[in-house]
Every structure is written in C-alpha cells, then in structure tokens.
C-alpha cells in the first residue's frame, strides 16, 4: 500500500482486519494501522486454532509450510487486542500460540492460559528469536 500522513508518502505491506482497517508493516519495521485497530481472523470451520501476534508472523508461517488451509488462525495484530481475541479463542479445542518471545508476547501468552488452560505454546520451536519471523528471516538467511 501507498499511503500520505503528514504530507509525506509511505509504503508498505498492507493487512486487513476484520473491521476493516489496515495493518501496515514497512521495511524499516515501521508498524502502524490505517482505521479501527482490531483483530483478523481466517476462520475455515476447524476445531483447532492457531494465533499470531502479527500478520508478518501470520505469513512467515506460510512461508515455511507449516499451515494446512482447513484450519482457522486468529492475529492479534497487538498483543493489547488479546481481550477481543479470547471469546473467539474460547471456542475451541485446541489453540496453538506463535507469539513473540519478548515479555509483551509472554504476558499474552499468560493471559490466555489463564483463560484457556489447554493452549499449546509453540514459541519454543523459535526460542533463539523474538519471534516467528525473525526465525525465517535468519533460517534463510534473509536480510530485512
């Protein structure tokens, strides 16, 4: 996406959530939203479900394959928007967390365990990054 604040122009990588504003993510990891802040949700009508704090992590688990499309993913897009993200979680069995591995991320990660004490943390499958994309980033050794 081209986008003008304050006079000047941007570019980024464009993500739509589901009250349809934009997550923006540029190469200099500038992150910001265009209209109301909120949750995005691919729902496929699976029992299971996976979370990302942000779409980057979202697409960097396509990238490596690790998806099937029957299953239903839900993005934070901020860990602050875990309080809309919960009543979706609570409706199923399994739910997977790829959040980040910063204090941000553990914090949400603990919020939900509260909530949902069968959720299946999968950080450690990336403990040596911050996060998801950080890992795909240096397993392909990749420059941002």
Do not use: H
């Amino acid at each position: 996406i081209w986008y003008t604040a304050n006079s000047k122009i941007y570019f980024g990588l464009a993500f739509k959530n589901d009250k349809g504003g934009y997550e923006i993510n540029s190469a200099k990891r500038y992150k910001r939203c265009l209209g109301p802040k909120w949750i995005t949700t691919k729902l496929n009508g699976g029992n299971r479900i996976y979370i990302f704090e942000a779409f980057i992590d979202y697409l960097s688990f396509k990238v490596l394959g690790w998806n099937t499309d029957n299953e239903d993913y839900l993005i934070l897009n901020s860990v602050s928007n875990i309080d809309i993200a919960l009543p979706v979680l609570k409706k199923y069995e399994e739910v997977i967390a790829y959040l980040d591995n910063d204090p941000p991320g553990k914090n949400c990660l603990e919020k939900i365990r509260v909530e949902i004490p069968r959720v299946i943390d999968r950080s450690i499958s990336y403990s040596q990054f911050d996060d998801l994309n950080e890992y795909l980033m240096n397993k392909n050794r990749l420059v941002r």
